[in-house]
């Protein structure tokens, strides 16, 4: 009896566990970012623990060494030690030009947009924008 019970809480807590996976956010590969962290065990057994993290937007990329250099102050037998800074450094970033659309009409409402634009015209601009940010907007069709 006793085992069944576990048997059936196992399943249950399995199945609570699949649905947090499916429900969660999935990650994306698309941002890249730089972490670092460092942790102190005292003699006492308190921890002190700092992190950093570098994150860049979707068009960018590291592609150096990454050097993580914590300073950490105190006396280990005093039981006084402490992070006072820690760095992240991944090197320069590297950028790359965003693709331009393949879809046609997007690429024509921009078009559109520009020629409004350097012609003066407010309301072709407002227009073009309004079409654009409707429900079924030009967003919608990347």
């Not at 942790?39 to 937007?57: K, N, Q």
């Not at 800074?85 to 559109?112: D, E, I, K, M, R």
């Not at 309004?130 to 030009?138: P, T, V």
Request: aromatic share 2%.
């Amino acid at each position: 009896m006793k085992i069944s019970a576990i048997v059936k809480g196992s399943i249950c807590l399995l199945g609570l566990v699949s649905v947090g996976n499916i429900l969660a956010a999935p990650a994306s590969a698309g941002q890249a970012a730089a972490r670092g962290a460092v942790t102190i065990v005292r003699a006492s057994g308190a921890s002190v623990s700092v992190s950093g993290e570098l994150t860049l937007p979707n068009n960018a990329y590291y592609d150096q060494d990454l050097t993580i250099t914590p300073t950490i102050t105190g006396t280990p037998a005093a039981d006084d030690e402490s992070v006072t800074s820690l760095v992240v450094s991944p090197g320069t970033p590297n950028v790359t030009n965003l693709s331009t659309s393949s879809n046609p009409f997007v690429a024509s409402a921009a078009a559109a947009l520009d020629a409004a634009v350097t012609a003066g015209d407010i309301g072709a601009q407002a227009a073009i924008i309004r079409a654009g940010a409707g429900s079924n907007g030009l967003g919608g069709l990347e």
